[in-house]
């Protein structure tokens, strides 16, 4: 019977204990996997595959998914307008479960009976991987040794220094999680309620001083271009936070509930996602109907709820993303966006679309379509209802 394991690993100090847990406690043979998300640079993941040799793997993988990830995901997020608490763009949450996906995925292709990760058991990330394992690799064993063993990080740096893995184990002041959607920082501002982050806490420094617009280019509602250039969205979205982040724009710190049913608080810094976001919300103003607008607020804020939940591969996702697709027919068009250091705004949009159209009236100003006669009557019929409500209530 195989004896393979596959290890979600990153190189860091949790997974690496993984490796030498999994190899010389259990006897298993250790196949490791990072997944790419958007966060990693060449450089870094030729870094991690070389620690994962030196560890003693049997094979280590490279699983890139930034498109996967945007076409079955972020480009949702975007329909939607998704911010969690009306904060949170989901940058971690949402490319967590795609790595549980991407990993799953591999457990099948290199047939092994095992999945590990190093989660602990006082995050989101651990209810995320094993629910996307329990469904989809139901009879592959999870194994959790940081959780299970409820270590220290004391207890796995003597561990790991009895093997002879000696490394610099100096816990970053910051957590920092970077993918195409954002970045998350945690630190010891986010563990209180009264405290926000320093400046140095966040990884894209303050270096633009002046004031500059971007004229962001939508075609039903995904971004494809930036300053009159065609981009394919993961490169549009790239270009734009290269363009943003230097401001600091992106900036904040959610606060919400966990899926283990606490209050946690994390920082993020999503230039090009806030931008985005509001960029697209605005246009989709100016394109759909007051009951489209409605209704997509209502679907979209349950489906990034699900997404952050790890319960996205329920079918009524793929419900929700027909009919969000499908109001992205006519969100198409030309928004300008001012930047400045901290700050930005939407300046204006130009729309074939634009519902804002001077051949039927100007709000406030002039009626091209209708008589003062016909709101007259229309007014009256409007408030029928409530008129007869009123006129009944008050005789009693």
Not at 12 to 20: H, I, P, Q
Not at 369 to 385: E, H, L, P, R, T
Request: proline share 3%.
């Amino acid at each position: 019977m195989s004896n393979k394991v596959v290890l979600a690993f990153s190189g860091g100090l949790d997974t690496t204990y993984c490796v030498k847990y999994l190899t010389d406690e259990k006897g298993l043979e250790v196949h490791t996997a990072i997944v790419n998300t958007g966060g990693f640079s060449a450089e870094e993941l030729k870094d991690i595959e070389k620690k994962a040799y030196e560890l003693g793997v049997k094979s280590h993988t490279t699983l890139d998914i930034i498109d996967k990830y945007y076409q079955e995901c972020v480009k949702f997020l975007v329909y939607g307008n998704v911010l969690k608490n009306n904060t949170y763009p989901l940058s971690v949450s949402a490319e967590r479960v795609f790595q549980a996906l991407a990993i799953a995925e591999h457990c099948k292709k290199i047939g092994a009976t095992a999945v590990a990760h190093g989660s602990t058991g006082a995050g989101n990330d651990q209810v995320r991987f094993d629910m996307v394992f329990n469904i989809l690799i139901p009879n592959v064993e999870i194994i959790t040794p940081i959780r299970d063993l409820k270590l220290s990080r004391e207890a796995e740096i003597e561990y790991l220094k009895a093997k002879g893995v000696v490394r610099d184990w100096t816990k970053a002041q910051y957590s920092i999680n970077v993918g195409i959607w954002g970045t998350s920082v945690g630190g010891k501002e986010t563990l209180t309620s009264n405290q926000y982050l320093p400046e140095s806490a966040f990884p894209t420094q303050v270096t633009k001083t002046g004031e500059e617009e971007v004229e962001l280019t939508f075609e039903k509602g995904e971004l494809v271009g930036l300053n009159g250039k065609k981009l394919k969205p993961v490169e549009a979205i790239q270009a734009l936070n290269k363009i943003v982040a230097p401001y600091g724009i992106g900036r904040d710190i959610h606060v919400g509930d966990t899926i283990i049913g606490i209050k946690g608080r994390v920082g993020f810094e999503a230039a090009a996602p806030l931008v985005i976001i509001k960029a697209h919300h605005t246009l989709e103003k100016h394109t759909l109907t007051k009951w489209q607008m409605y209704w997509k607020e209502q679907l979209s804020g349950w489906y990034g709820n699900f997404v952050h939940e790890g319960q996205f591969l329920d079918p009524v996702m793929r419900n929700i993303e027909t009919f969000l697709t499908e109001t992205q027919v006519n969100v198409s068009g030309k928004v300008k966006v001012f930047l400045a250091p901290y700050r930005f705004h939407v300046v204006g949009i130009e729309s074939s679309h634009d519902l804002m159209s001077s051949k039927f009236g100007s709000y406030g100003e002039m009626n091209n379509a209708w008589s003062g006669d016909d709101v007259k009557g229309f007014s009256k019929i409007f408030g029928n209802q409530t008129m007869i409500y009123h006129k009944v209530n008050s005789e009693k």
